[in-house]
């Protein structure tokens, strides 16, 4: 089976996964076995919060400009019903 055809290959019973090769430090993942951790689960949870944190800061990046013009617009003009505010 040629290797694109491998690498969109999911296992069976495990919806929208695919299974990758990783490179590990020998020691933590013998560890890791004999603590019987679910080496999957933690790689995907960790992958999941790095993705996540680098999408915040490049969505931060891209906005910078308009949220930087939001807040001056708010501080020249103050909130609409400012007035009526309770806190």
């Given at each position: ?6 690498a ?5 019973g ?21 603590l019987?951790?679910?080496?999957s ?16 800061r ?11 013009a ?18």
């Open positions: 089976m040629p290797a694109t055809q491998s969109r290959r999911t296992r069976k495990s919806p929208g996964k695919r299974a990758v090769n990783l490179s590990l430090s020998s020691d933590l993942l013998d560890a890791a076995k004999l019987e951790i679910n080496i689960q933690v790689c995907d949870r960790s992958l999941r919060e790095v993705v996540r944190c680098a999408q915040e490049q969505w931060r990046e891209e906005h910078t400009d308009f949220v930087a939001y807040n001056a617009t708010l501080a020249a003009e103050v909130l609409p019903l400012d007035e009526w505010r309770s806190f």
